[in-house]
């Protein structure tokens, strides 16, 4: 997660770890860590009635790191949560983790995932919308 001052949690959600998420050596795929943060941000879009069907601009995923800690295994709950760490410019920075449902001091993995709303006219990165803006202040936890 970023080290720069506390980030606010957005959103959060319980998800059931799948038997078609695992790898041959039965602990989920590195790649479905990413998978469950996209999850998280589209159910916390959801939740807030936005569709990101938008003929002119959206926000895309410009960068993403990714730390583990350890593997989830099969059965397993998790609870992916979203942060909001900031603004730069015209990125905005969210914090992720997924703990494990019943232990929640266990701590899988965090995230970093920077988004940029982009015009779909010129494929170049714009201000993020501010009829957005009240996103990043309100908490939501689902479980």
């Known amino acids: 997660m970023t080290e720069k001052k506390e980030s606010l949690l957005l959103f959060s959600k319980s998800y059931t770890i799948r038997w078609q998420d695992l790898d041959a050596f039965n602990h989920v795929n590195h790649t479905n860590y990413l998978v469950y943060f996209q999850e998280c941000r589209i159910d916390w879009l959801r939740h807030h009635n936005v569709f990101l069907d938008d003929k002119e601009k959206a926000p ?3 960068e993403v790191n990714c730390k583990y800690f350890r593997p989830i295994t099969y ?3 998790i609870i992916v949560e ?3 760490a900031g603004q730069v410019g015209k ?3 969210f914090d ?3 703990i494990d449902k ?3 001091e266990i701590i899988y993995t965090t995230g970093v995932i920077t988004v940029v709303w982009m015009s779909l006219a010129t ?7 501010e009829e957005y ?4 202040t309100e908490t939501v936890i689902y479980e």
């Open 123 to 129: 494929g170049r990165g714009i201000a993020p919308p």
């Open 96 to 98: 992720m983790k997924i």
């Open 75 to 77: 059965p397993a709950e």
């Open 60 to 62: 895309v995923v410009s």
């Open 133 to 136: 803006n009240h996103l990043l």
């Open 102 to 104: 019943s232990s929640r």
């Open 91 to 93: 990125r905005l920075i």
């Open 82 to 84: 979203l942060y909001f």
